[in-house]
């Protein structure tokens, strides 16, 4: 018996509920060091792994919407201004004046009245003599061909529309540089000044096989004319874009501390830009090979993985000190972190901008849930927080509404989880923790006086997402997980209570009598252990097999006993006390072969302890006509091992009591409770009760609550007066 806490600092239901889970037996995995340090290894591995390739987070803002707090810079940086950009674009364009040309249909008739001009006129045909003379009239056709089509390319505008013309690459041009002639008409019609005639001269006629009487004779012709000009719009067009296009792409340099955004200022492109320029940045600067952010990484992780230690060390020695249990926390935070940075890829590699959209991310209820159910709600509150900080510190998020929405989310889970019975239930906590996530989400938007906006609605599509990929994944690792580490929840104890199953189906048949009997202890173990904070369900489920072993030799136990036969009759007092504690390693046997969980196969080596079987002892000791030195008492004993749980110890009380209680000549609350006291006193004197957690107050309850529901189960009815026939009713 024990009457103090337990050394691990929880409360002896708590950890005898825990200790429920697992099986006591250990294996060489259990216990190696070597195995412990592997697994302490690759779990410190994993961590640093996850601390160290993380995503920089950065405020999120929405476009157009208003700013909920100023944003500063967290680091120098440049950023791509495309406000600057066009404004720089704008004067380029600015810097292209307006672009003239000669009309088209005044070159035309000026070239007709040239022709007409020497054919014709007196003056022009006196003139055209003296130049034929050294000349032919295809030479004056091809000059005049030349300047009516140099007149058409030329294009006028000032001179520093020119002087940015001349920077432009050749290729883009749909005409020459040299076709620009720096003239700026100041009216619409005018002659050229002689500078154009003398650089057209120069540039278009020179080098031809004409005698220069030809062309200096046309060009005397054309010098004088009043040209009508008008503005070339596409040439203009063209021009704009080509020094618009020259220019780079505009990057502003921000100092660290900046601000970028004021609180209540509506959210533009550039502040969108800067946001995003400021991530790639930090990420940029952050250079994961360096030898300073290795350690300090690796730092942090033996930081953080200290502190779990120590508090399992001096919390949960049997966490501690069992691989298997060590195991199983290591494999479900490693998987949670897993999932949460799998997650995170999945939404950054996203084309569209799905990231920005998932503000509360939902990655603890899912761990805190299978170690709730797995393990224990003290473990699974510890790593809920461990893991939240761990997240807040490696992913992309907003640190503060992450570690509350989480951390509220994961106490929701874990309170309620201690209630699951089946796994459907999942989906029923997982809902109830979303509906929890939503009164947070609100709470935040309307701090935030963003209620109406779509990241609220955002929000609560996300988190539901989360929340039911939650509850899908538990129920699918849970029975994985309890099958590789061999464990009880009480989900497996409720499908143990199929009455389908082929032991139970066994026995109704087989030993109907026994059944009755562990239904009976069932109901009067469960209600015993649940008065005490123990685990009544299990109690209950384990009772229906602790007698499984009695299907060997059904008929050898008085309650299969039919018809009076007792089979006893045809065996020594030794020979039926073999055949009676048979049962136990029996019923070993066949739960092993049956796949039984360990601890229901404890609940069988330990239902009998290492009692005496007094019956056939005592008629041992007839036979020996009273001599007890000729018995060897060990012969007649069970060979235990004693009760080690509260659940096991309420066992062997309620078994004792219920067979025992059915030899009562008058059953009456005096006789039961004096029958109670009296077998549980020997059975203390005996020291069956010497390895138990039971304490003695606890040992009060049990008895109290025992003999209740004897009484209750064993109430008096109303006698019928007998029916004669032909009387109605």
């Known amino acids: 018996m024990d009457d103090i806490s337990s050394e691990n600092g929880e409360s002896p239901e708590e950890e005898d509920l825990n200790e429920l889970r697992f099986s006591r037996a250990q294996s060489y995995f259990d216990k190696s060091l070597t195995i412990r340090l592997l697994i302490g290894g690759f779990f410190v591995l994993c961590l640093f792994l996850f601390l160290h390739f993380r995503e920089t987070y950065v405020e999120k803002l929405e476009l157009g919407t208003e700013a909920s707090r100023y944003v500063v810079a967290q680091t120098d940086f440049a950023f791509p201004d495309e406000e600057a950009t066009i404004i720089l674009k704008q004067e380029a364009a600015h810097e292209i004046g307006a672009i003239y040309r000669i009309k088209t249909d005044q070159i035309h008739d000026k070239v007709t009245d040239f022709q007409k001009y020497i054919t014709r006129n007196e003056i022009g045909i006196k003139k055209w003599e003296k130049v034929s003379e050294e000349s032919e009239f295809e030479d004056v056709a091809l000059v005049l061909s030349l300047i009516a089509d140099g007149l058409g390319q030329k294009r006028f505008t000032d001179t520093k529309t020119i002087q940015v013309i001349d920077q432009f690459p050749i290729d883009e041009l749909t005409i020459s540089p040299s076709e620009f002639f720096p003239y700026y008409p100041s009216i619409y019609s005018g002659p050229l000044p002689p500078s154009f005639w003398s650089n057209f001269g120069t540039n278009s006629l020179s080098g031809l096989d004409v005698p220069p009487s030809v062309s200096v004779f046309i060009m005397d012709y054309f010098e004088p004319v009043k040209w009508e000009f008008e503005m070339d719009q596409g040439m203009e067009y063209t021009l704009r874009k080509l020094a618009q296009k020259r220019i780079p792409e505009t990057y502003t340099r921000v100092r660290s501390g900046d601000r970028l955004i004021d609180q209540g200022e509506k959210v533009s492109a550039r502040h969108v830009a800067m946001l995003k320029a400021m991530k790639e940045s930090m990420s940029q600067k952050r250079n994961l090979l360096d030898p300073f952010t290795i350690g300090g ?37 490693i998987l949670s972190l897993l999932v949460a940075k799998g997650v995170e890829f999945f939404l950054i590699q996203t084309p569209s901008n799905v990231l920005d959209l ?33 997240y807040a510190m490696a992913l992309s998020v907003e640190s503060i509404p992450f570690l509350v929405i989480n951390l509220l989310t994961a106490m929701v889970v874990i309170l309620m989880v201690r209630r699951i019975r089946r796994r459907k239930e999942v989906f029923v906590v997982c809902a109830k923790a979303w509906l929890v996530s939503v009164l947070v989400i609100l709470a935040f938007n309307l701090y935030a006086n963003t209620t109406l906006s779509i990241n609220f609605v955002g929000d609560l599509t996300s988190t539901f997402f989360f929340m039911a990929m939650t509850a899908i994944l538990v129920v699918g690792l849970l029975p994985v997980l309890e099958s590789i580490f061999r464990i009880m929840t009480d989900i497996t104890l409720m499908e143990f209570m199929d009455p389908s199953n082929e032991l139970l189906r066994r026995l109704t048949i087989e030993a109907p009598g026994t059944y009755q009997h562990s239904m009976v202890v069932g109901n009067l173990s469960e209600a015993a252990a649940s008065a005490i904070g123990a685990n009544g369900l299990f109690c209950r489920v384990a009772t229906q097999y602790h007698d499984i072993g009695k299907l060997a030799n059904p008929h050898y136990f008085t309650e299969n006993q039919l018809g009076g036969l007792d ?146 189960a064993s109430h008096p009815r109303v006698k019928y007066p007998p029916h004669h026939p032909g009387e109605e009713g």
Do not use: W
């Open 567 to 712: 089979m006893h009759r045809l065996l020594t007092p030794l020979e039926s006390t073999q055949v009676i504690i048979a049962h136990v390693s029996e019923g070993v046997a066949l739960a092993r072969k049956m796949g039984l969980p360990e601890q229901f196969i404890d609940v069988i080596k330990e239902h009998h302890g290492t009692t005496l079987a007094y019956y056939f002892y005592h008629k041992q000791i007839e036979l020996m006509e009273g001599d007890k030195s000729k018995i060897d008492q060990g012969d007649f004993r069970y060979s235990g091992p004693k009760p080690r749980t509260k659940e096991s110890t309420i066992i062997m009380i309620a078994d004792t009591l219920e067979a025992a209680s059915r030899c009562l000549d008058e059953f009456n609350e005096s006789t039961v409770i004096n029958l109670v006291e009296t077998l549980i006193a020997q059975k203390m004197e005996d020291g069956q009760f010497d390895e138990s957690l039971l304490t003695f107050e606890e040992l009060g309850i049990v008895k109290n609550t025992i003999v209740k529901n004897l009484l209750a």
């Open 297 to 333: 990484t690796l730092l942090m992780t033996l930081l953080l993985v200290g502190v779990a230690v120590v508090y399992l060390a001096e919390n949960h020695k049997d966490i501690f000190r069992s691989n298997r249990k060590t195991a199983l926390l290591a494999s479900i935070l």
């Open 358 to 390: 998932v503000r509360f991310p939902l990655f603890v209820p899912f761990a805190a849930i299978l170690l709730a159910s797995l393990m224990n709600v003290r473990i699974s509150a510890f790593a809920s927080v461990f893991l939240a900080i761990v």
